[in-house]
């Protein structure tokens, strides 16, 4: 075996540790979606799938390291596209530990957690977990709050469900008589389901405006539902202005 060949063992162990874990989230994306995986199992595969990036862009360093000490040129870039291939799922592993770390271990956020939004009509309505989640809620997202606009109810409501839709979730009820939107918003990747309510209601001649975002799966949300709150009301509050 040639010296450049050995230099180059390295670099390639990397690039091949990058695509197996590549494989290994692929194949928990598509068993879930497809049905064949619970989602506790395509989760952790697919964390496992991470660490096994973090080793491979370790190897694909240490093979940079190698190559330019060696003057290999194919080595090098063996190493620079293992390092490429590993960063996406390196950068969601460090994602992912720093939010459960951040955010508190909660799965339902609402701005109203003393009367919240109900859901009726998703596929598996939940009831609010209660006194305690809203403790942590407030102590982690005070700024969580209902939006007031200076506007009659059944005028707001219009620009609510428009800006619902624009969300791309799936509405599975507008209720104009209740004032309510019931909604669906999936994730990207393994297409989880969370569930939105959307409820208005007359307030001294203004309409107030409350949401709520739950997780269907897992206790911890990572902060999800908070920032689909705030991007929806925000969203909501940009509409109203426009009028």
């Known amino acids: ?3 450049k060949m050995r230099n180059s063992i390295m670099s390639l162990l990397g690039l091949v540790t990058s695509v197996a874990a590549l494989v290994m989230a692929a194949l928990a994306i598509v068993g879930y979606r497809s049905g064949e995986l619970h989602f506790v199992t395509a989760l952790t595969d697919f964390e496992r799938s991470a660490y096994i990036s973090c080793v491979a862009l370790l190897l694909s360093l240490v093979g940079l390291w190698i190559a330019r000490s060696s003057g290999t040129r194919r080595g090098m870039i063996l190493s620079l596209l293992g390092m490429v291939l ?11 530990e720093y939010a459960a770390k951040v955010y508190p271990p909660v799965n339902d956020i609402t701005t109203d957690t003393e009367d919240p939004p109900t859901f009726w009509d998703v596929p598996n309505p939940v009831t609010y977990p209660g006194d305690k989640v809203a403790e942590m809620q407030r ?9 007031v606009v200076n506007m009659e109810p059944a005028e707001t409501f219009k620009l609510a469900s428009a800006v619902a839709h624009n969300m ?6 507008e209720n104009s008589s209740d004032m309510q939107i019931e909604a669906v918003a999936t994730s990207l990747l393994f ?4 569930y939105v309510a959307i409820r208005l209601q007359a307030d001294n001649g203004h309409t ?9 799966l897992g206790r911890i949300d990572r902060g999800v ?15 109203v202005a426009m009028e």
């Open 191 to 194: 297409g989880f389901e969370d």
């Open 225 to 239: 539902n908070a920032k689909r709150i705030r991007t929806y009301l925000n969203a909501l509050h940009q509409r």
């Open 86 to 96: 590993s960063l996406p799922l390196v950068v969601f592993i460090v994602n992912f």
């Open 1 to 3: 075996m040639g010296v």
């Open 139 to 147: 102590q982690a997202y005070p700024h969580i709050k209902p939006l």
């Open 208 to 216: 107030r405006v409350d949401v709520r975002s739950h997780s269907h």
């Open 168 to 173: 791309r979730w799936e509405i599975v009820a």
